[in-house]
């Protein structure tokens, strides 16, 4: 369970540095 939560946090993370990306 840990393990898939990490693997969720870290795609949200990443699908949230894209959006900065773009607003940019």
């Given at each position: 369970?840990?393990?898939q939560?990490?693997?969720v946090?870290?795609?949200v993370?990443?699908?949230k540095s894209?959006?900065?990306k773009?607003?940019?």
């Open positions: 369970m840990s393990k939560r990490l693997k946090n870290a795609s993370s990443t699908i894209q959006l900065r773009d607003e940019k």
